[in-house]
């Protein structure tokens, strides 16, 4: 587990926040998509070099990171059956950053059943 931030840690805004994911929606390769925590660990490598040039820790937000989390954790549930084929995966984790920039947005994803994408999203989760 990642030491805790410093406490003069400087959250990034949610719009850099999806700055930052579309970035990494357009440059991430295929391979990438089949491993749930990659976004996370490319967020970290961005904000790390960001903070080492600004010289102020620059992190995620509390609810930012708790939605990135949880998103990971739905991904990786998926991603890591077995039984899925390594092709379907590869098309699943292409979703992971759209559905994390949904769920950064609209807070009603999580509690909202009938929402679309969390509605495919369960259904994914159920036919592995």
Do not use: W, Y
Request: aromatic content about 4%; cysteine-free; proline content about 5%.
């Amino acid at each position: 587990s990642a030491a805790p931030p410093p406490s003069d840690a400087v959250p990034i805004s949610t719009s850099d926040l999806m700055r930052l994911l579309s970035h990494l929606q357009q440059h991430s390769s295929d391979e990438h998509h089949t491993s749930s925590d990659i976004v996370r660990q490319q967020l970290d490598g961005i904000l790390e070099r960001a903070s080492q040039k600004s010289k102020r820790t620059r992190v995620v937000g509390e609810i930012d990171n708790d939605i990135i989390n949880l998103v990971s954790m739905l991904f990786g549930f998926i991603l890591d059956d077995q039984s899925v084929p390594a092709s379907l995966k590869a098309l699943i984790g292409r979703m992971q950053i759209p559905l994390l920039k949904l769920a950064v947005l609209d807070q009603t994803f999580f509690d909202n059943a009938h929402h679309p994408a969390r509605r495919l999203l369960n259904e994914m989760s159920s036919a592995t």
